[in-house]
């Protein structure tokens, strides 16, 4: 079987790209993770954060758990993914400089003042949760991952 993982720096700028992460962190005994849609910001080589209501339940077992998951796919031009898991190295109240951050890797510029105003008057206070990044699950299908497309003539 062919090696299909990503080169550091190859991992470092997919994870570095505006992807929709997943975020997992265990939900405690007896129980699967929550698992749930997120933005997150990462450049290479430093750590992610995201940045979430202080109160919210993934917040609350964030701290519990001092760790969390970020994983990150697209399906074209190839399945390509990265997962990184690691420790919380802090958690920092949230900023007007980092809420524009965010929202600007996401939204169209035009878009970026409503939604600011938006999270201002309606998500409450919120805190940045940092992730060294430790451990490393990545994979590039390449193109022969997909399938090839069956059209209706060319079915038996």
Known sequence: MADSSLSVS???SFLAEPHIAALSVSAGQD????TVPIWYQYAPGGEAWVLTE???RKARL???AG???LMVERVMPT???VSVEGPVTRTIPGT?????????RYLPSDMVPAYIEFANAELGEQVAIYLRPERWLTADL???ALPPVVTREQAP
């Open 10 to 12: 190859d991992r470092e």
């Open 31 to 34: 129980r699967g993770p929550l």
């Open 54 to 56: 202080a109160g919210s």
């Open 62 to 64: 964030i701290g519990a």
């Open 67 to 69: 760790r969390f998951t």
């Open 79 to 81: 399945v390509r993914y």
């Open 96 to 104: 007007d400089e980092l809420l524009q951050e965010i929202t600007a």
């Open 142 to 144: 390449g193109p022969g």
